[in-house]
């Protein structure tokens, strides 16, 4: 299959310029996980509008002809790409309708109306999409969708272009999975710039696509989104990103519901970072399965985002539920 080369990449990441921000790199204390790991955590929340998203909007938008460019864009995200959606089209001098579900947190949807986009609330993720296929027909409006696509991966790819540049030398890096797109684009950049890396997709138990995906060797979807961790919530696995992490990803592991609640009070307590569920999933991973498996290396770990308000904070991370095991 083809995939984005290193100097589309960089291309891309120049093109983007100012629009995007080159989030830092912290490296944690030798307390986190033991002495022995070295911990680096990309710093992606400190990105525009409080997640990745903007990088793979940006590129999608980018690339519109200016005809289309001017008749819109639309979109669904219950959202994180919501809200990257509404921020490039104002930064693009276009306009964003984007369809959310009544489910979504008020915080989001309010965070997509001050970048100047109109909101429109659907019963569920399907009518949400259903409702966005017909502003499509009817407004001629571009779809610019949350996870799948070539653009989209090349968006993405710029962090994991950053992150390997940023920290040399890494055994392992974790990459968050919802629908794949960031995924697939981090390790597609990671396995070019540091071959040697182990790249490992996290996902939670209940919103496992891509993991189900890779056992059966084709795009999956799941009967039901059963998380906290709603950015990560796809309800499917996509041609595209599929596969790019079968090819650039070594392994995928999964996280309890618990040990994202944990990771959400680690992050707090170590970096004074509040995130949102998602925004965990990688350090979970790091503390909980792959704990033993990681020490002694140079890890690094994606922060993804941190789109979340204070009482929702306050909740999931004081919140200590039940082992939930496999959703299997």
């Given at each position: ?33 033991g ?18 998203k ?35 089209a ?11 579900p ?17 909101v ?9 999409f ?13 779809f610019?969708?949350p ?10 790819a ?8 940023q ?6 890096v974790?990459?968050p999975i ?21 790249v ?7 919103a ?28 499917y ?50 503390c ?6 990681l ?5 690094g ?28």
């Open positions: 299959m083809d995939y984005p080369s290193l100097n589309e990449i960089r291309n891309n990441r120049s093109r983007l310029g100012d629009m995007v921000r080159e989030t830092p790199v912290w490296q944690a204390s030798d307390t986190l996980v002495a022995s790991t070295q911990i680096f955590f990309k710093l992606e929340l400190f990105q525009y509008t409080g997640s990745f903007p990088r793979g909007a940006l590129t999608v938008m980018l690339d519109l002809a200016a005809d289309e460019r001017a008749r819109g864009v639309t979109a669904v995200s219950a959202g994180n790409h919501a809200i990257a959606v509404a921020f490039s104002r930064l693009l001098g276009t306009t964003a309708k984007v369809v959310m009544k489910s979504a947190n008020r915080f989001r949807v309010e965070r997509c109306r001050a970048y100047g986009a109109a429109e609330l659907a019963d569920d993720v399907q009518q949400a259903a409702r966005a296929q017909q502003i499509q027909e009817e407004e001629g409006r571009v610019v969708h996870f799948e696509g070539p653009l989209t991966a090349l968006g993405t710029t962090a994991g272009l950053e992150f390997a540049s920290v040399p030398a890494l055994d392992a974790l990459i919802g629908g794949g797109g960031l995924c697939a684009g981090m390790a597609c950049a990671f396995k070019q710039l540091q071959p040697a890396c182990r490992i997709g996290v996902e939670p138990f209940g496992d696509s891509m993991y189900r995906s890779f056992q059966n060797g084709t795009p999956c979807a799941i009967d039901k989104v059963r998380t906290i961790a709603d950015s990560l919530g796809a309800p696995a996509l041609p595209y990103s599929f596969a790019l992490c079968r090819r650039f990803v070594d392994d995928l592991v999964r996280v309890e519901e618990g040990a994202l609640q944990r990771a959400m009070r680690l992050l707090f307590e170590e970096l004074k970072l509040a995130v949102e569920p998602a925004g965990a999933a990688a350090t979970a991973a790091l909980e399965p792959l704990r033993d498996a020490a002694g290396q140079r890890v770990v994606m922060v993804c985002g941190s789109n979340i308000d204070l009482a929702t904070f306050a909740s999931q991370a004081a919140a200590e539920p039940a082992s939930q095991g496999s959703a299997d």
